[in-house]
């Protein structure tokens, strides 16, 4: 099931929404409707679009960034900068630091982490 908010599209539109975080709550009053989606992890995109290498990952998908970063098989792709949207700054440091990478820079809603000899 794919949550939509149909007040604001561009925004908590998920999978999964984080429906126990503050900035969500924010928008709990919306309107939602809900629909059913296929999904495919980023190793099937990557061989479907056979791509020849991944040089940067930006994961924005509004709180579903985990389960995207799980769908990756890090020991083939290894990006050399990962940028992925963070409600909470190093909320993915446990996923990222132990593969190698150095977050690097935090925004307001967004992480960057650079692999480490690169």
């Known amino acids: 099931d794919f949550h939509i908010n149909t007040k604001n599209l561009e925004a908590f539109s998920a999978l999964n ?3 126990d975080h503050p900035r969500y709550k924010q ?3 919306g309107k939602w409707e809900t629909v ?5 992890t980023l190793d099937q995109l990557l061989a479907e679009a056979e791509f020849p290498r991944l040089d ?3 994961v924005d998908v509004e709180g579903g960034e985990r389960d995207v970063l799980k769908g990756l098989d890090w ?3 290894m990006p050399r900068v990962v ?4 409600w909470d700054q190093g909320d993915l440091d446990d996923v990222l630091l132990p593969l190698g990478y150095e977050r690097k ?3 307001i809603s967004n992480d960057a982490y650079v692999r480490r000899n690169a």
């Open 17 to 19: 929404p984080a429906r």
């Open 27 to 29: 928008e709990a009053g």
């Open 36 to 40: 059913k989606v296929n999904v495919r």
């Open 56 to 58: 940067v990952l930006c």
């Open 75 to 77: 020991a083939e792709w």
């Open 83 to 86: 940028v992925v949207e963070a």
């Open 105 to 107: 820079w935090n925004s």
